[in-house]
């Protein structure tokens, strides 16, 4: 895995673990925001915000279902950031 | 600079009596920033049924409703700023999130919030606010981050 990856990942679990209250170890990749921490569409939408302003990007609200964990997160991200990890 | 009287604020809220929180709003600029009060007085429901000889302490207006009017002033800036810009808001509006409250100070019958809130970020049919709560030269509250959300629903305000 490259630097900027993980990098990049583990920005993205701090700001959801921020949102989801949890600490950001407990966001595994592939553990799912909804099952595994009660996240709802507020948090999600809170999620969203949070990485949009960040990143100065703008990701399109019909991505959100998709966002279901980090590591669909980080793809999302990803995409619309243009990065190259 | 625009201001609007309470029964403009009910043209845009669909809060009633007794949880429309917003008073009257002293400056507006659409997209951007409000300023509004909420007299808070001893006859607010949330004083009703209290013992006596309480402390003074028990007065307090409720952190909780103190959040909530800030979240409805702010509302007031985004709803009225979407209705200027030609965007309906439809659906049921609700409370989302408060997150980095500070609360540095209480406020009692008598006092006149204030609060100043900032549109910090809009993502479709979710705004999220920011900004502070007065009373007088005393700044009681920091709000760093309310969300506020329009969901698929009941209509919002009476419109008129």
Not at chain 2, 21 to 27: H, I, S, Y
Request: charged share 25%.
């Amino acid at each position: 895995m490259s630097e900027a990856r993980e990098k990049h990942l583990d920005e993205l679990r701090e700001i959801v673990a921020e949102v989801l209250e949890v600490e950001p170890e407990e966001i595994t990749e592939t553990g799912s925001f909804v099952e595994e921490h009660e996240a709802d569409s507020l948090r999600a939408i809170e999620i969203l915000a949070r990485i949009e302003k960040k990143y100065k990007i703008d990701i399109p609200q019909s991505e959100l279902p998709q966002m279901e964990n980090l590591k669909a997160v980080y793809d999302v991200v990803a995409h619309q950031a243009g990065w190259q990890d | 600079m625009i201001t609007l009287e309470h029964a403009d604020i009910r043209r845009i809220l669909p809060h009633r009596h007794p949880v429309l929180l917003v008073d009257r709003v002293l400056e507006l600029e659409p997209g951007s920033r409000i300023v509004a009060t909420k007299t808070v007085t001893g006859s607010e429901p949330c004083y009703a049924g209290l013992e006596e000889d309480l402390p003074a302490s028990a007065y307090a207006y409720p952190a909780s409703l103190l959040v909530e009017s800030f979240g409805q002033t702010g509302a007031v800036l985004w709803l009225y700023s979407a209705a200027m810009a030609g965007e309906r808001s439809e659906g049921t509006l609700i409370f989302g999130s408060a997150r980095e409250v500070t609360i540095t100070g209480r406020a009692y019958p008598g006092d006149v919030l204030r609060h100043t809130v900032e549109i910090d970020q809009l993502i479709g049919d979710n705004a999220f606010m920011r900004g502070e709560t007065w009373v007088g030269d005393r700044r009681i509250a920091t709000l760093g981050s309310v969300l506020a959300v329009v969901r698929e629903g009941l209509a919002v305000g009476t419109g008129s």
